[in-house]
């Protein structure tokens, strides 16, 4: 049974800097290409960010590109997303996905945690 578990969230004020993590089990890790997505009350689910099987490439919704740092270590089954200068636009519950394809639709993953929040307070 796959299963991928979010941690790290929380409340910080703008500006400040959260790191989130997701541990994954039940799949061979590194044959998955592993993304971030976020939803926003109200709002239907983005893409954030996707980072290679081998962790070499890495796209970036534009929203965030030069704030949001994502990475993986395949050796520990997990995949981190460093978020900094935060902005009240980024609260959102995050999700982390698993899927075949290095790609930015929530149709290309097959696998989803339970999401993690993320508060940014003005």
């Known amino acids: 049974q796959v299963q991928l578990v979010e941690s790290g969230g929380g409340l910080v004020q703008a500006g400040g800097s959260l790191r989130l993590s997701c541990v994954a089990s039940?799949?061979?890790?590194?044959?998955?290409?592993m993304a971030w997505f976020r939803q926003a009350p109200g709002k239907e689910r983005e893409f954030v960010a996707v980072i290679y099987w081998s962790g070499g490439s890495r796209i970036y919704a534009d929203s965030v590109k030069g704030r949001f740092t994502i990475s993986r270590d395949n050796a520990k089954n997990t995949l981190d997303l460093q978020m900094t200068s935060l902005k009240p636009e980024d609260t959102a519950v995050y999700y982390c996905?698993?899927?075949?394809?290095?790609?930015?639709?929530?149709?290309?993953?097959?696998?989803w945690g339970q999401g993690t929040q993320v508060t940014v307070s003005s």
């Open positions: 039940g799949l061979t890790f590194s044959s998955y290409a």
């Open positions: 996905a698993a899927g075949r394809v290095f790609g930015q639709k929530i149709s290309q993953y097959a696998y």
